[in-house]
Antibody, heavy 123, light 111 residues
Framework: QITLKESGPTLVKPTQTLTLTCTFS??????????VGWIRQPPGKALEWLAVIYWNDEKRYSPSLKTSLTITKDTSKNQVVLTMTNVDPVDTATYYCAHRRGESATGGSYDIWGQGTMVTVSS | QSVLTQPPSVSGAPGQRVTISCTGS?????????VHWYQQLPGTAPKYLISGNNNRPSGVPDRFSGSKSGTSASLAITGLQAEDEADYYC???????????FGTGTKVTVL
């Protein structure tokens, strides 16, 4: 059974760096085809894909946020970390990590999601 | 900023059939990549529902079906039930962006 759980601060000040951790179980991020992605959802708005990291350490980022995002993995700890620099109040959202189901480093779906963590950016 | 466009809302009476469209482009839905659909009940995380070729996780009823044609995709819900009241999102891989895109989301209301 695959599970994922997000953790991180609930309140961050503008211009600070946000660090979110996804701790997962039930699969290995070193297995061929495995991936973990981050998706966020501002209050009352749609889902927005942010980034994904694959078993082979390939990474993909949303073009609109690429300069502020970094995604890394620690296979031994079963964790994926997303860092967002220079946050703004518009980054206030629920942040989800999800298991990417697929066979290659493109395509696929997000078949299992964490419960999400709400992050507010405010001074 | 979503590149996949969905109607904001659809509604239907219990037992009816409703469809949700998802319009994209030649770099996402128009490619060989599958379109996937998610259901988000109020206050909960999204749940994977179905792919464009009708692959459903166990537990998803066959009242839900997906299809794709050209640069558009659709989710159909037949025999609409009160428990289907939720937000629905489509998702695909985009070759121009080298990443994933979600739709604008559709709220389904059961009258």
């Amino acid at each position: 059974q695959i599970t994922l759980k997000e953790s991180g601060p609930t309140l961050v000040k503008p211009t600070q760096t946000l660090t979110l951790t996804c701790t997962f179980s039930g699969f290995s991020l070193s297995s061929s085809g495995a991936g973990v992605g981050w998706i966020r959802q501002p209050p009352g708005k749609a889902l927005e894909w942010l980034a994904v990291i694959y078993w082979n350490d390939e990474k993909r980022y949303s073009p609109s946020l690429k300069t502020s995002l970094t995604i890394t993995k620690d296979t031994s700890k079963n964790q994926v970390v997303l860092t967002m620099t220079n946050v703004d109040p518009v980054d206030t959202a629920t942040y989800y990590c999800a298991h990417r189901r697929g066979e290659s480093a493109t395509g696929g779906s997000y078949d299992i999601w964490g419960q999400g963590t709400m992050v507010t950016v405010s001074s | 900023q979503s590149v996949l466009t969905q109607p904001p809302s659809v509604s239907g009476a219990p037992g009816q059939r409703v469809t949700i469209s998802c319009t994209g482009s030649s770099s996402n839905i128009g490619t060989a990549y599958d379109v996937h659909w998610y259901q988000q009940l109020p206050g909960t995380a999204p749940k994977y529902l179905i792919s464009g070729n009708n692959n459903r996780p166990s537990g998803v009823p066959d009242r839900f079906s997906g299809s794709k044609s050209g640069t558009s995709a659709s989710l159909a819900i037949t025999g609409l039930q009160a428990e289907d009241e939720a937000d629905y999102y489509c998702q695909c891989y985009d070759t121009s962006l080298s990443g994933y895109v979600f739709g604008t989301g559709t709220k389904v209301t059961v009258l």
